[in-house]
């Protein structure tokens, strides 16, 4: 399994303040994706990087991608408490005529009002 | 609205009694995939297909079936669950290719006893 890993595993910051979550791959990537999980809900999907990009932006969130390093950050600036979930980085691959999203385990974050 | 609707949200079964996760997406999507999350294994991939009658395996399909007779639809089935089965699942689905991310169901948590 290609699985992306985050890290940290768990953060907890003060609301106001920024966090920076982390991501690495194993292998050449179309895509890299982050997306945020309320407890036991449904994935959302809030950004999307290709290969060939560098840095994102969208709202508080701003992605950056090295895949000389094959590693992704997830910054989220200015936090809320309500941005407290888990996060997840998903890499896409492509290959023999198929296409594969793969997720990591996750980051929890907890952001303290 | 624009969603992916799974059914039922709970199950509780007894080992080897067949049952069916029912999927379904109207978005007109091509692409749909079945995931389980495992506290401390992050989401897995089950099965995925990229279009009508194409099914292809992912990291865990041993004791899954799934089909694709309908775009719209993606049913998971468990022809004999056992209590490893036990996890929470969820179906996503998004346009082909490389640069979509993916739409989440609410989920879909299964208890085998």
């Known amino acids: 399994s290609q699985q992306g890993e985050e890290d940290p595993q768990a953060l907890s910051i003060q609301e106001g303040e920024n966090a920076t979550m982390n991501c690495s791959y194993k292998?050449?990537?179309?895509?890299l994706q982050w997306y945020r999980q309320n407890s036991g809900r449904g994935l959302v999907h809030l950004i999307l990087?290709?290969?060939?990009?560098r840095e994102k932006h969208s709202g508080r969130l701003r992605v950056t991608l090295d895949t000389s390093k094959k590693s992704s950050s997830l910054l989220i600036t200015a936090s809320r408490a309500a941005d407290t979930a888990s996060y997840f980085c998903?890499?896409?691959?492509?290959?023999?005529?198929?296409?594969?999203?793969?997720f990591g385990k996750g980051t929890k974050l907890s952001v303290i009002p | 609205e624009a969603q992916v609707t799974q059914n039922p949200r709970y199950l509780i079964t007894v080992t080897g009694k067949k049952l069916t996760v029912t999927c379904s997406q109207n978005?007109?999507?091509?692409?749909m995939s079945w995931y389980r999350q495992d506290p401390g294994l992050g989401l897995r991939q089950i099965y995925y297909?990229?279009?009508?009658?194409?099914?292809d395996k992912g990291d865990v399909p041993e004791g899954y079936k799934v089909s694709r007779k309908e775009k719209r639809n993606f049913p998971l089935i468990l022809e004999s669950p056992s209590p490893n089965q036990t996890s929470l699942y969820f179906c996503?689905?998004?346009?082909?290719?490389?640069?979509?991310?993916?739409?989440f169901g609410s989920g879909t948590r299964l208890t085998v006893v």
């Open positions: 297909s990229m279009n009508v009658e194409v099914t």
């Open positions: 996503a689905s998004s346009l082909m290719g490389k640069g979509y991310g993916y739409t």
């Open positions: 998903a890499a896409g691959y492509s290959g023999a005529g198929s296409y594969q999203l793969t």
């Open positions: 978005m007109n999507h091509e692409y």
């Open positions: 292998t050449s990537i179309n895509n």
């Open positions: 990087i290709r290969s060939n990009e």
